[in-house]
C-alpha cells in the first residue's frame, strides 16, 4: 500500500512538472543547415558538386542575435564570418566559395556557443 502512495505522488508531481513546460519549450532557437545554392527555396544536402553555389543557411526563431558561421574545409583551414544579424524568423544565407573535393563543416555560433553544425562533401 505505501509503495502505491508513494508511485500516485511520484505521478502527480511528474504531471504538474509537465504542465509547467512552456509550449515553445520543444521548439528549436535556431535553424541551420547548407544547401547546393543561394536561394531561399535551396534544400539541405550533405553533397554539392565543385560547380554549384553552396549556402550556409542561417535563421532565428526565437529572438534577434547575432551569429558567426565557420568552415572548416577538407585542408582543415577553418575560415569565420562574425558578428552577423539575424533579425527573429528571417533567413540569412553565407556563400562558401569552395570546389576542393573532400568534407567541409560548418559551424554556427550566438553568445560563443556552438549551436550547430552541418557536413557536406564536394566530390572529387
Same mark, same amino acid.
Given at each position: 500500500? #505505501?509503495?502505491?502512495?508513494?508511485?500516485?505522488? *511520484?505521478?502527480?508531481?511528474?504531471?504538474?512538472?509537465?504542465?509547467? &513546460?512552456?509550449?515553445?519549450?520543444?521548439?528549436?532557437?535556431?535553424?541551420?543547415? &547548407?544547401? =547546393?545554392?543561394?536561394?531561399?527555396?535551396? /534544400?539541405?544536402?550533405?553533397? =554539392?558538386?565543385?560547380?554549384?553555389? #553552396?549556402?550556409?543557411?542561417? /535563421?532565428?526563431?526565437?529572438?534577434?542575435?547575432?551569429?558567426? &558561421?565557420? &568552415? #572548416?574545409?577538407?585542408?582543415? /583551414?577553418?575560415? =569565420?564570418?562574425?558578428?552577423?544579424?539575424?533579425?527573429?524568423?528571417?533567413?540569412?544565407v553565407n556563400k562558401i566559395t569552395s570546389n576542393i573535393p573532400g568534407k567541409h563543416v560548418v559551424?554556427?555560433? *550566438?553568445?560563443?556557443?556552438? *549551436?550547430?553544425?552541418?557536413?557536406?562533401? *564536394?566530390?572529387?
Amino acid at each position: 500500500m #505505501k509503495g502505491l502512495k508513494t508511485l500516485a505522488a *511520484v505521478l502527480s508531481i511528474s504531471a504538474l512538472l509537465v504542465s509547467l &513546460v512552456p509550449a515553445s519549450a520543444g521548439a528549436a532557437a535556431f535553424s541551420h543547415y &547548407v544547401a =547546393c545554392g543561394l536561394s531561399q527555396n535551396a /534544400k539541405p544536402s550533405h553533397k =554539392c558538386n565543385k560547380k554549384r553555389d #553552396k549556402g550556409a543557411f542561417f /535563421k532565428s526563431n526565437a529572438a534577434t542575435v547575432f551569429y558567426s &558561421v565557420c &568552415v #572548416k574545409f577538407p585542408t582543415r /583551414k577553418n575560415l =569565420c564570418a562574425k558578428s552577423q544579424e539575424a533579425v527573429q524568423g528571417t533567413l540569412y544565407v553565407n556563400k562558401i566559395t569552395s570546389n576542393i573535393p573532400g568534407k567541409h563543416v560548418v559551424s554556427w555560433f *550566438v553568445e560563443g556557443k556552438k *549551436v550547430g553544425s552541418f557536413n557536406f562533401r *564536394v566530390p572529387g
